[in-house]
């Protein structure tokens, strides 16, 4: 069974930095293709952004608004995505899930909360 | 990129069907069958539904089907059960994205 664990999530002031961790297990982790989505509270979800697995090259996507703010990587060895956040606004605060997939998002990790405000 | 255009709300009475339709553009359902749908109960993560437009993960009820035509997308639930009562999202591979979620359907079961 796939398990998916996010932490790292907590209360940041506007204009702060943040790290988000996802522990993954019960899957080949290294041939996984990881993304990030969030959810707003009370609003929809919005994909992040992806990091393709190193054999597919281990590049990444971002969505618009978070392109030359957030970045994604990987840590194979420990089957850990990190989710590396900067410049924060207020409207970055969200459930920030971790999933798997390519096409589409299979697993779903827990979420963690990610509050920005002064 | 724009979110996908879905209804507010749906509702039906058990063991009914209802549909609930996803638009977006060419530029996204219209040129890729990589829809997929999630299902979320309140304080809950998402879950996988359907993917590739009509294809259902190990799992998921039969009662969980999905169609798409042109620029829409469709996710059907037959025999509705109370425990359908859910939020449910659509997502689709977008040429500019490259992905898109949709806007949400919260479905009701009367």
């Known amino acids: 069974e796939v398990q998916l664990v996010e932490s790292g999530g907590g209360l940041v002031e506007p204009g702060g930095s943040l790290r988000l961790s996802c522990a993954a297990s019960?899957?080949?982790?290294?041939?996984?293709?990881m993304s990030w989505v969030r959810q707003a509270p009370g609003k929809g979800l919005e994909w992040v952004g992806r990091i393709k697995s190193k054999i597919d090259g281990g590049t990444t996507d971002y969505a618009a608004p978070v392109k030359g703010k957030f970045t994604i990587s990987r840590d194979d060895s420990s089957n850990t995505l990190y989710l590396h956040m900067n410049s924060l606004k207020i409207e970055d605060t969200a459930v920030y899930y971790c999933?798997?997939?390519?096409?589409?998002?299979?697993?779903w990790g827990q979420g963690t909360l990610v509050t920005v405000s002064s | 990129q724009s979110a996908l255009t879905q209804p507010a709300s749906v509702s039906g009475s058990p063991g009914q069907s209802i549909t609930i339709s996803c638009t977006g553009t060419s530029s996204d359902v219209g040129s890729y069958n990589l829809v997929s749908w999630y299902q979320q109960h309140p304080g809950k993560a998402p879950k996988f539904m359907i993917y590739?437009?009509?294809k259902r993960p190990s799992g998921v009820s039969n009662r969980f089907s999905g169609s798409k035509s042109g620029n829409t997308a469709s996710l059907t639930i037959s025999g509705l059960q109370a425990e359908d009562e859910a939020d449910y999202y659509c997502c689709s591979y977008a040429s500019s994205s490259p992905f898109v979620f949709g806007t949400g359907t919260k479905v009701t079961v009367l």
């Open positions: 019960g899957l080949t982790f290294s041939n996984a293709w």
């Open positions: 590739e437009v009509s």
């Open positions: 999933t798997t997939g390519a096409g589409d998002f299979d697993n």
